[in-house]
């Protein structure tokens, strides 16, 4: 029998919350709220759930948007891009407003403001959470010189299909990672202290399962088992409460049944009642009165009423709270205590930011400062992956070599920004032809041969060969233009989009060598044309820096460190495909696993192979979890441990040596994954539970430790309860979630 412990540290966690939480009426801010909440009347307070705004290209500024503010009526606002306007929206709300409540100014801050950094998924590929503090510190200073003061990111939505297109906002498809992104994204935005004019309230998004869309369609149908929910999908939301953010979205999806704007299981008893957390929750744009197709309100007057008891407390862009509200608590169909707790969600944020005593800023111009752009760059550098580098073809010494540039991303200042680039613009990207160009003139001759990623015609390919006949190396830069990924941007077909593989087979006819160099919002399926080329390296949509971190990586003047924050599939038919999956009762091997191809013709009936897998794609993806080469080689040995047997409140310290045996200079991120081998519920078959960046010399040998405190291998059981289960673990060091040397001890 499997004895196991209750993690009473998690209750102790939760509890001491609470205690904050309740203590906060004693405190001079909640004072100050109280007495101002006591001198609102209802149609000011409805006034504060009221997220205004206008259209991303919107240029003036309304009237009616003003009298608005005058009267009360609103509480934030969206979009307001005009310096100007900022100040005068802020001024008649602090000066002719009924109770003076100043307003706070959002925008989609995603991944940089004017100097755009990596997609998120790509920043996760860092695996440097100080660069994605760095990357969101930087977007702060920039972004709240237009005084926006809010942000709606990070996205930490767990992501296991890339047919979903906004798995580039993602972490990616593991927890630990998510969590360690959140909260390095929630201390970039928001600082040390919310109420510093340069710190930008952070919104961790969406709350919860949006990352699990049925087929990866957004605004889709997620069906999360609370066992799954809570294991996987909520810890990186759990790690944002826990650095303190200011507020949650609500996703667009239905969980298990209800619409997240309207379900009170996670926004009152996990969110408030099991972590604590007292800032607001903003609904995602009309996700309220989009309950009504949901099918879960019959009306925006009923999806007022189911929004506002779950526990949300600011509605975006609709109208269902300023119509319907106030005739539902004088119906007595909804307390109006319910409406206070609430506008002091919301008051609470103000006040911690600072605006009632001073909502000015300083609107000095620091875009694209050089030390912005350089971070742009590293960020850039670290988040690429290398994924194949046959016969170790890279890095290329572009002074001896002439390149054909070929592709129709190698000079797409726009399409290199990636989603959510509101702010930046083209004519400060610095594309990889304008790098390549002024580095190594002469050297480089380009020929894009498709006008742009969905590109079907072959007129340009004569020119794209005629160019690479008269090279040495081809250097051909595709993948998906930014509009491709994103939100409502799903694909059920990713390969390369266009004529771009074609393209890549008429090239490699010439037997030169191909470095393909892909810029994309996903994973993107390679099995057509990955044996045709001899490098491959994943650049994601790298930002403003993207040409200048690229050459730099191709040339060798670094090593590629990236790693992949999700599973590459080999075809649309192995998703979802992620590696901390169940091991079934028929775990699939190498021994015995049958392909399609070993069947003999006339083969009686059975069960080939008696496993999980597919005949045609097998059981392993293309490249796993955690993968990413480097310009050398590493070597892991003598792992040991301190003991064998460990009790709770112990930790395992872990030790073993890291050589790099190759002749270059290298960064290697050494990733620690555990596996429960026996518990009450099963576990998967590994779980990352650690990581460190360690950069090492040709040759040189370095002992490292790692500590695990055993709490760590907890998990949650199927009454919702952490425990830290007795028995057997096993433990890996690995340079991915595939490989790595292992070891066991017990917990008792």
């Given at each position: 029998m499997?004895?196991f412990?209750?993690?009473?540290?998690?209750?102790?966690?939760?509890?001491?919350?609470?205690?904050?939480?309740?203590?906060?009426?004693?405190?001079?801010?909640?004072?100050?709220?109280?007495?101002?909440?006591?001198?609102m009347?209802l149609?000011?307070?409805?006034?504060?759930?009221?997220?205004?705004?206008?259209?991303?290209?919107?240029?003036?500024?309304?009237?009616?948007?003003?009298?608005?503010?005058?009267n009360?009526?609103?509480?934030?606002m969206?979009?307001?891009?005009?310096?100007?306007h900022?100040?005068e929206?802020?001024?008649?709300?602090?000066?002719?407003?009924?109770?003076?409540?100043?307003?706070?100014?959002?925008?989609?801050v995603?991944h940089?403001?004017?100097?755009?950094?990596?997609?998120?998924?790509?920043?996760a590929?860092s695996?440097?959470?100080?660069?994605?503090?760095?990357?969101?510190?930087?977007?702060?200073?920039?972004?709240?010189t237009r005084g926006?003061?809010?942000?709606?990111?990070?996205?930490?939505d767990?992501?296991r299909?890339?047919r979903?297109?906004?798995i580039?906002?993602?972490?990616?498809e593991?927890?630990?990672?998510?969590?360690?992104?959140?909260?390095?994204?929630?201390?970039g935005?928001q600082?040390?202290?919310?109420?510093n004019?340069?710190?930008?309230?952070?919104?961790?998004?969406?709350?919860?399962g949006?990352?699990?869309?049925?087929?990866?369609?957004?605004y889709?149908?997620?069906?999360?088992?609370?066992?799954?929910?809570?294991?996987t999908y909520?810890?990186?939301?759990?790690a944002?409460?826990?650095?303190?953010?200011g507020t949650?979205m609500?996703?667009?999806?239905?969980?298990n049944?209800?619409?997240?704007?309207?379900?009170?299981?996670?926004?009152?008893n996990?969110?408030?009642?099991?972590?604590?957390?007292?800032?607001?929750?903003?609904s995602d744009w009309?996700?309220?009165?989009?309950?009504?197709?949901?099918?879960?309100?019959?009306d925006?007057?009923?999806?007022?009423?189911?929004?506002?008891?779950?526990?949300?407390?600011?509605?975006?862009?609709?109208?269902a709270?300023?119509?319907?509200?106030?005739?539902?608590?004088?119906?007595?169909l909804?307390?109006?205590?319910?409406?206070?707790?609430?506008i002091?969600?919301?008051?609470?944020?103000?006040?911690n930011m600072g605006?009632?005593?001073n909502?000015?800023?300083?609107?000095?111009?620091?875009?694209?400062?050089?030390?912005h752009?350089?971070?742009?760059?590293?960020?850039?550098?670290?988040?690429?992956?290398?994924?194949?580098?046959?016969?170790?073809?890279?890095?290329?010494n572009?002074?001896?070599?002439?390149?054909?540039?070929?592709?129709?991303?190698?000079?797409?200042?726009h399409?290199q920004?990636g989603?959510?680039?509101?702010?930046?613009?083209?004519?400060?990207?610095?594309?990889p032809?304008?790098?390549?160009k002024?580095?190594y003139?002469?050297?480089?001759?380009?020929?894009?041969?498709l006008?742009?990623?969905?590109?079907?015609s072959?007129?340009g390919?004569?020119?794209?060969?005629?160019?690479?006949?008269?090279s040495?190396?081809?250097?051909?830069?595709?993948?998906?233009?930014a509009?491709?990924?994103?939100?409502a941007h799903?694909r059920a077909?990713i390969?390369?989009?266009?004529?771009?593989?074609?393209?890549i087979?008429?090239?490699?006819?010439?037997?030169k060598?191909?470095?393909l160099?892909i810029?994309?919002?996903?994973?993107?399926?390679?099995?057509?044309?990955?044996?045709?080329?001899?490098?491959?390296?994943?650049?994601?949509?790298?930002?403003?820096?993207?040409?200048?971190?690229?050459?730099?990586?191709?040339?060798?003047?670094?090593?590629?460190?990236?790693?992949?924050?999700v599973?590459?599939?080999?075809?649309?038919?192995q998703?979802?495909?992620?590696?901390?999956?169940?091991?079934?009762?028929?775990?699939?091997?190498?021994?015995?696993?049958v392909g399609?191809?070993?069947?003999?013709?006339?083969?009686w009936?059975?069960?080939?192979?008696?496993?999980?897998?597919?005949?045609?794609d097998?059981?392993?993806?293309?490249?796993p979890?955690?993968?990413?080469?480097?310009?050398?080689?590493?070597?892991y040995?003598?792992?040991?441990?301190?003991?064998k047997?460990f009790?709770i409140?112990?930790?395992?310290?872990?030790?073993?040596?890291l050589?790099?045996?190759?002749?270059?200079?290298?960064?290697?991120?050494?990733?620690y994954y555990?596996?429960?081998?026996?518990?009450?519920?099963?576990?998967?078959?590994?779980?990352?539970?650690?990581f460190d960046?360690?950069a090492?010399?040709?040759?040189e040998?370095?002992?490292?430790?790692?500590?695990?405190?055993?709490?760590e291998?907890?998990?949650y059981?199927?009454?919702?309860?952490?425990?830290?289960?007795?028995?057997?673990?096993?433990?890996?060091?690995?340079?991915?979630a595939?490989e790595g040397?292992?070891?066991?001890?017990?917990?008792?």
């Amino acid at each position: 029998m499997k004895c196991f412990f209750t993690l009473t540290f998690v209750s102790i966690s939760i509890l001491s919350c609470n205690d904050l939480t309740s203590n906060k009426s004693q405190s001079g801010a909640e004072q100050k709220i109280d007495s101002l909440l006591s001198l609102m009347t209802l149609e000011e307070k409805i006034g504060q759930t009221a997220l205004r705004g206008t259209s991303s290209r919107e240029k003036g500024l309304p009237e009616k948007l003003k009298e608005q503010v005058r009267n009360g009526e609103v509480g934030a606002m969206l979009n307001v891009m005009n310096v100007e306007h900022v100040k005068e929206l802020q001024r008649i709300a602090m000066e002719e407003s009924p109770r003076r409540v100043p307003l706070i100014f959002a925008r989609d801050v995603i991944h940089g403001f004017k100097t755009i950094f990596p997609i998120p998924l790509g920043q996760a590929a860092s695996w440097n959470p100080d660069l994605i503090e760095d990357g969101a510190r930087i977007a702060a200073k920039e972004a709240t010189t237009r005084g926006i003061r809010w942000t709606f990111a990070p996205m930490v939505d767990i992501a296991r299909d890339p047919r979903w297109g906004r798995i580039a906002e993602s972490p990616g498809e593991d927890p630990y990672l998510a969590e360690v992104v959140s909260l390095a994204s929630v201390r970039g935005y928001q600082g040390d202290d919310l109420a510093n004019s340069e710190s930008m309230v952070a919104c961790v998004k969406h709350f919860a399962g949006y990352g699990a869309a049925i087929g990866g369609r957004d605004y889709n149908t997620a069906i999360i088992h609370e066992e799954l929910l809570y294991n996987t999908y909520l810890p990186p939301f759990k790690a944002a409460v826990e650095a303190g953010v200011g507020t949650f979205m609500t996703s667009f999806n239905e969980l298990n049944g209800v619409p997240a704007t309207g379900n009170q299981f996670l926004l009152q008893n996990v969110l408030r009642d099991q972590w604590g957390f007292d800032g607001f929750v903003v609904s995602d744009w009309n996700s309220v009165i989009e309950m009504i197709p949901h099918g879960y309100a019959a009306d925006e007057r009923e999806a007022a009423l189911k929004a506002g008891k779950a526990g949300m407390d600011m509605e975006m862009t609709s109208d269902a709270y300023a119509d319907h509200l106030k005739d539902l608590i004088t119906e007595g169909l909804l307390d109006e205590s319910t409406l206070d707790e609430m506008i002091k969600n919301i008051l609470r944020i103000k006040f911690n930011m600072g605006l009632f005593e001073n909502a000015d800023f300083e609107s000095e111009n620091i875009d694209y400062h050089p030390d912005h752009l350089e971070a742009a760059k590293q960020s850039a550098m670290e988040s690429m992956v290398l994924l194949k580098n046959s016969k170790n073809f890279l890095p290329i010494n572009f002074s001896k070599t002439k390149v054909a540039v070929i592709g129709p991303l190698a000079d797409a200042p726009h399409e290199q920004l990636g989603t959510w680039t509101f702010d930046g613009e083209q004519k400060h990207t610095i594309t990889p032809l304008m790098t390549l160009k002024k580095q190594y003139g002469s050297q480089v001759n380009f020929v894009s041969g498709l006008t742009h990623s969905r590109d079907k015609s072959k007129k340009g390919f004569s020119k794209a060969i005629e160019a690479a006949k008269n090279s040495d190396v081809i250097l051909f830069i595709g993948g998906e233009e930014a509009i491709l990924s994103g939100e409502a941007h799903s694909r059920a077909n990713i390969d390369l989009p266009g004529s771009q593989e074609e393209l890549i087979k008429e090239l490699s006819k010439l037997n030169k060598p191909i470095v393909l160099v892909i810029m994309a919002g996903r994973p993107i399926t390679l099995g057509n044309i990955l044996s045709d080329v001899d490098a491959v390296i994943m650049a994601w949509h790298p930002g403003t820096m993207g040409g200048p971190a690229l050459v730099d990586l191709l040339s060798g003047k670094i090593s590629p460190s990236g790693r992949l924050p999700v599973t590459w599939p080999k075809s649309v038919g192995q998703i979802p495909i992620f590696y901390n999956h169940k091991n079934t009762g028929r775990p699939a091997s190498k021994e015995s696993f049958v392909g399609i191809d070993d069947i003999p013709i006339g083969a009686w009936q059975s069960s080939l192979g008696n496993n999980s897998h597919y005949l045609d794609d097998g059981f392993t993806p293309l490249f796993p979890f955690g993968f990413g080469l480097t310009y050398s080689d590493f070597e892991y040995s003598e792992l040991r441990l301190n003991k064998k047997t460990f009790e709770i409140g112990d930790a395992v310290e872990v030790k073993f040596n890291l050589t790099n045996t190759g002749s270059k200079n290298a960064t290697e991120v050494v990733q620690y994954y555990f596996q429960d081998v026996s518990a009450s519920i099963t576990r998967p078959i590994r779980e990352l539970v650690g990581f460190d960046k360690i950069a090492l010399k040709s040759g040189e040998e370095k002992e490292i430790t790692f500590l695990l405190p055993i709490e760590e291998l907890s998990f949650y059981n199927k009454n919702g309860e952490p425990v830290l289960e007795a028995g057997e673990f096993n433990l890996w060091v690995a340079p991915n979630a595939q490989e790595g040397i292992k070891t066991s001890f017990n917990v008792r």
